[in-house]
Structures are given as C-alpha cells and as structure tokens.
C-alpha cells in the first residue's frame, strides 16, 4: 500500500505530461496564412504550407534552373519576383502527375513570369528549399507589377481572327503609337533593357552582358544601338518609324554588333568574338540560345507593323540568307523554330511592358500571344 501510494505522484505527473504533449513527436503545424517564397525558404520544417509566387523556370539540380527548352513536367521554380535569376531566392516545387498537364513547364512554357498559389510541404527538393507533395495548384493568370501582362482588350480587334486576317488586325492595332527619334532611343534603351539586379546597366542582346548604362558610344566596347532587323534591310536607316522602332532596337556591344552587320539569321556558323553562344558564317548570323526566340518575335513584330502602308517598304521574312537590301529577312522556317524554343520569359515580357508604358504605348502580340507566330506564318 505504501509503494502504491509512492507511485501516485509519478502516474499523475505521467498523466499530465501525456495531456500536454510532452513525450511523443507530434506533426508539424501547418501555416495557416500564405506565404512569400522568401518565407517558405525560410520555413522548411516539414509543415503544409501555401506559397504565392512567380514561376521562374524549371530546377534541374541543387542549383541549376532553366528557363527555357524544359526537359520534363516535374518541377517547376519559385520567386518573388518574375525577373529573379538567383537560385538562392528560388523555392523548388515538386509536380505530382495529377497536376503536370496543366503546370509543367514542358506543357505550359507560357507559365513562366506568370504567378501562381501552390500548397505541399516545406521540405528540400533537388536538395534546395523546395514544396513537395503539392495538393493544390492555382493561378496562372496573375501579374508582376513588371510583368502585368496585355491590357484586356488591346487585341479585342484581333479576336477570332487567323491567318491574314489576323495579320490585318494586328497591324491597325500595334501600328498606333508613339515615335521616337534616333536620340530618344538611346534613354528608351537603358530604360527597357535595364538589368534586372542592377539598375545602372543595361543586358546586352547577342553577348548577354551585363553593362554600365553611361558606356553608350561608339567605341570599342561601348555599346550601341543594333537593329535587329537590319535597317538595310528596306532601306530604312535610321528614320523615324521603323529605323527608332525599340521593339527591335536592343543594346549591344560595338564589335559584336559589327560582326553581325547586316547578316539574316539562320543557324550554324563559327564562333564569335565576345559572344559566347554566338555563331557566324558569310551570309546569317545566330544569337546566343537565351535570346533567339526575341530576335524572332522582334523579326516577325516588325513584319507585321511595318506593311508598306506609311511611307516604308512593306517588310517581310523569307527563306533567304541572301537578301542584302530587299526589303526581306531570313530564315523563316529558323526563326519559326527559335520562337517556339525559346519562348517569352520574364525579362522579354517586361520589356514589352515598358515600352507600352514608357514609350511607345503599342505591344509586340507575339511576346503577348507567340501562338500567333503558327497562325500568320504556318
């Protein structure tokens, strides 16, 4: 009797301790608000989560993510930001199969720069912050304050048109706006084409390097001003209208942009000089993988904007990589390919923006609507 009497106290305290929770593993809570991804990362304990983000592009690796020619449906990257290039600020998402036909990145490559609400575990994906297990996918259609997307009813002209019709209608809509002159387009450049990390550059077009704003000139270099449909091309120079058009006018290095000079595009070629990714042989030229799907888009904006109605030759692409002062530019089946290869990723979307805002108040359609490329040129 006595020893039962001694053993009371520790029953009871026993008892206590299990009606407290003291002595088991209990699950992790889940977080009830929605989270940044800069607070997922910071919340990897196991726990359900939901996360709000940008998706920037497809995990490969613990510190790999690609943006472009995505090799699977399986996962997709995170950010607060849809320019954000730093794996470190990415949260890797896990896509069940239930959700890869409608998420994945192979499927849906327009999804990049779009914003979306994902709920799964905070747990380590490819070994880096990640969202595994996801239970629910939604969104698609959000916008970055820098990515916000066409204005509703700016193509409402164009609607259910294909084909030449649809060409038509694309250019009465994009064909009222401002122009710039060949000064203006100087401080139009370092606006649209500044470096997401770093607000004093400016990202090259062909060499992808990062620039000082102020080392705009002529010198060895320095960078100019290249027209990507090449303003020989038509005969156009540097008139207002398509020869100050920043829809394809770009920031590039002076030698590279040399190189270039007046070549179609087409693929293959030998290595270039401070461009690496670079080709070039005698009659074309080709970008860096990163950035063929703009020269394309910017090619086929200038064909469908500029038709020969105000003054300019009506320009055109064509199968040709020989075309010299023609108004043509080549090559269209490569071009077509490039576009679907490298679709529009936060960076080209964002430009377009800001020259609808800043300057020009019209839109590229193909980086709003890059199925359109299939329909006008099939």
Known sequence: MTALRSLRPVLL?????????????PAPAATSATLTVAAAIQQQTGATGTVSGYVVGQPTATNTVVRSNFPNDYALALADSAGQTSTASMLYVQIPSGFRSAYGLRSNPSLVGQQITVTGKLAAY???????????????????????????????????KTGAALKSA????IS??????????????????????????????YSGRSQAKSTNGGDPNDWNREHVWAKSHGDFGTATGPGTDVHHLRPEDVSVNGIRGNLDFDNGGGTVAECSGCAVDGDSFSPRAAVRGDVARMIFYMAVRYEGGDG????????????????????????????????????????????????????????DHPEWVASIWP
């Open 176 to 205: 009222n706006q401002t122009k710039l002159s060949y000064d203006q387009v100087w401080n139009a450049l370092k606006d649209t084409d500044q470096d997401p990390n770093n607000a004093n550059n400016v990202i090259l077009l």
């Open 126 to 160: 490819f070994s880096h912050p990640g969202l595994t297990g996801a239970t629910a996918f939604s969104g698609g259609g959000g916008s970055d304050p820098g990515d916000p997307g066409d204005p509703s009813d700016y193509y409402a002209g164009a609607e259910g």
């Open 170 to 173: 694309l250019h009465t809509i």
């Open 13 to 25: 305290i026993g008892v206590l301790l299990a009606l407290l929770g003291f002595g088991t593993t």
């Open 312 to 367: 300019f030759a009506n320009l055109e692409p064509n199968e040709s990589v020989n075309n010299g002062t023609a108004p043509y530019i080549g090559k269209l089946s490569v071009l077509k390919a490039w576009s679907q290869a490298d679709p529009p990723d936060a960076f080209e979307k964002r430009r377009n923006q800001v020259i609808y805002d800043n300057w020009q108040h019209n839109r590229n359609p193909f980086i």
